[in-house]
């Protein structure tokens, strides 16, 4: 069991580590992908969220570890109801933008003249389109922020393999979120690698604060942040 919890406290430590070699080798394949707009892009990134919304709901079902509670320095509110909903909200929004963008929707909507389509394309086109895919990007709302029953059992064989899985995917997420803003070519500079990083920051540290709330470890927290500060870099 100690050595068991040992491994557990360097587990985000080594998937770190594997998002930060993945981050080197994959990320320019990923941008140049993603700078094609396309509809195979929007099949991957919708994939890719799937897996990505498992992972944070198995984050979640793990049970905490025992002294959690007494020695977690994150801040209360961090884990709050209303705190996870507005950054699911804010997540949920930026991924339905961005699919709108593979689809090639925010160049076209320009081009196109709502006074030949009928009723029904146009709305099709401006409202329900665009509306569809913000619904279904919001059922990250309720991964991240409704009541969950913890049934993975630390004493559980699946522990840690169902723990890795989780926050290799979520790096893996955060893996194809580096890309695509890279491919977008809006950030620059040193200001546009501090706008990468509190973008980043508002999407992808969720889980990880879920993580760490269960399993508090400064190493840990450290660890992402080195993680973000890398791919904000690599946005630029």
């Not at 080798?25 to 700078?35: D, I, V, Y």
């Not at 944070?56 to 977690?72: C, F, M, Q, T």
């Not at 630390?154 to 890309?179: D, H, Q």
């Amino acid at each position: 069991m100690k050595q068991k919890q040992r491994f557990l406290m360097i587990l985000p430590l080594l998937v770190d580590a594997v998002g930060a070699a993945g981050i080197i080798l994959l990320l320019p394949t990923l941008s140049t992908q993603f700078a094609e707009l396309s509809t195979i892009n929007v099949l991957i990134l919708s994939g890719a969220f799937v897996l990505y919304c498992t992972a944070v709901y198995l984050i979640r079902k793990l049970e905490p570890n025992a002294d959690a509670e007494r020695i977690s320095r994150l801040p209360a509110w961090l884990t709050t109801t209303l705190t996870m909903r507005l950054l699911a909200i804010f997540f949920a929004l930026t991924l339905a933008v961005v699919l709108l963008w593979q689809f090639g929707y925010w160049d076209s909507i320009f081009v196109v003249d709502d006074r030949v389509l009928g009723a029904g394309e146009s709305a099709s086109f401006f409202v329900y389109g665009p509306g569809a895919w913000i619904g279904a990007a919001l059922f990250y709302v309720l991964v991240l922020s409704a009541s969950v029953r913890v049934t993975i059992e630390e004493v559980s064989r699946n522990y840690v393999g169902l723990a890795l899985l989780g926050l290799l995917v979520v790096n893996g997420m955060l893996l194809m979120g580096t890309a695509v803003l890279q491919a977008t070519n809006l950030f620059s500079g040193w200001l546009g690698a501090i706008g990468a990083f509190v973008l980043l920051l508002l999407l992808f540290a969720p889980p990880r604060v879920w993580y760490l709330s269960k399993r508090p470890s400064l190493l840990a927290a450290l660890s992402y942040l080195a993680l973000l500060l890398l791919c904000a870099w690599q946005v630029v």
